[in-house]
């Protein structure tokens, strides 16, 4: 089955929210065996919406519209969508009760323009919104096409989902429908060319599909398959994982899913047992930041400085105020005393440090915007490495902390 979403609001337009709505709806499809092919977002404009759920129709089995539930003049997603299929709604009493009560409770008088949200298809069902007004609804189609119609707020919204939508389109699709399941590998330390080309010769497949996808800092490689049972699914997605490390080569791969850098990075030094300290100046405290989001990290964290000025670095480092005269505060020898300095002062088992360009100003010919140097020290040796980051000032930020975790990842291997 082909799914789109329409969501609905000027102000996903504008910019003024992000539709999280959609994409947590988009997660969970592919475990029914649902395609998501389209997702559009249009105003709060009848004709507009009109529009949208027509060329839905003419292409997907199920349209989802997200927002214009409300009670007031520009919440209009039901009566559109009604109108386009021709359905003319009705009241339904308990739905129009639950509305009078849920004023009744808080001593208000229930303005007569509420009981419009009380309005549900003739052909269809309603979906129950114990945690608002606005109760959703399932219009179903003569051709077999649904368009299930949910409310915008997330606290409403992802309950609804959960608790009425899943349930429903499981009777639609059936218990043994196909279903696609997808997993993540995770890559750091690599661009997405150099990452296409040491698997372009697994991308062409028809099942499972690769597809690669870079953020700051990451290429993400997405298998995706389709089978008849979800055990099915795993073992086709386990097969090509196995074949995209190895192609990949040993250790590149550093998590699946949701692991994150930093979690795999806390997680190897509490196997290793081993502390961290964190020196940094560009990246003002981001790597610490991270480490931190982490939860158990109290374990083997011991202390982040933000040595920003050169003073700092002095003071709180240790590190020596020639040398940075010498060779300046973005250099190698500053990284290198400063990593040493982190673990010195702190007596952690590994010390790591960040200093650089992060831009746009501070740059001269011989050291650029861009310019990093991480150092990483331990009780054996302290090793320096030079980085050119592309981007603006929070992209050299990004990127530098997660150079610098990954330096601290492959350290432990």
Not at 61 to 88: M, N, S, Y
Request: hydrophobic residues 40%.
């Amino acid at each position: 089955m082909r799914a789109e979403i329409i969501s609905v609001g000027t102000e996903l337009l504008l910019g003024q929210i992000v539709d999280t709505n959609a994409a947590y709806l988009s997660r969970l499809l592919p475990e029914l065996g649902i395609s998501m092919h389209y997702r559009v977002t249009v105003g709060d404009n009848t004709y507009r919406l009109a529009d949208a759920l027509r060329q839905a129709l003419s292409r997907s089995d199920i349209i989802f519209t997200i927002g214009g539930l409300g009670p007031t003049q520009d919440d209009l997603t039901k009566e559109t969508v009604a109108q386009v299929l021709q359905d003319p709604m009705q009241l339904h009493r308990e739905s129009a009760e639950q509305l009078r009560a849920f004023f009744a409770a808080r001593g208000i008088q229930m303005p007569l323009s509420n009981l419009k949200q009380a309005m549900v298809p003739t052909k269809g069902r309603v979906l129950e919104n114990p945690l608002g007004t606005a109760p959703g609804a399932a219009f179903e189609t003569a051709d077999g096409k649904v368009v299930i119609v949910l409310p915008g707020p997330p606290r409403e919204f992802v309950p609804m989902v959960d608790e009425r939508v899943i349930p429903y389109l499981r009777e639609r699709v059936g218990e043994n429908s196909p279903i696609i399941r997808s997993r993540m590998l995770r890559i750091a330390g690599l661009g997405e060319s150099s990452v296409e080309d040491k698997v372009k010769h697994l991308l062409s497949g028809a099942n499972p599909t690769v597809a690669p996808y870079a953020s700051t800092g990451e290429v993400h490689l997405r298998i995706t398959a389709n089978a008849d049972d979800a055990p099915a699914a795993e073992r086709l997605i386990d097969e090509m994982d196995r074949k995209l490390v190895e192609a990949l080569g040993e250790n590149v791969v550093f998590g699946r899913d949701g692991e994150t850098l930093e979690k795999v990075v806390v997680e190897k030094l509490l196997r290793c047992k081993l502390t961290l300290a964190i020196a940094e100046s560009c990246t003002g405290g981001l790597i610490a930041d991270r480490i931190t989001d982490v939860p158990g990290c109290s374990a083997v964290f011991l202390a982040g400085v933000v040595s920003y000025g050169n003073d700092a670095k002095a003071r709180l480092l240790g590190v020596d105020e020639q040398l940075i005269r010498d060779y300046g505060a973005v250099s190698e020898s500053a990284a290198k005393a400063m990593a040493e300095g982190a673990r010195n002062v702190t007596g952690a088992g590994i010390g790591i440090s960040t200093t650089g360009i992060a831009g746009p100003t501070g740059a001269t010919p011989e050291k650029p915007v861009g310019l990093v140097y991480i150092g990483l020290s331990d009780d054996k040796d302290t090793t320096v490495r030079e980085f050119r980051f592309s981007g603006a000032r929070k992209d050299v930020k990004q990127r530098a902390s997660q150079a610098a975790l990954e330096m601290l990842r492959l350290h432990m291997v």
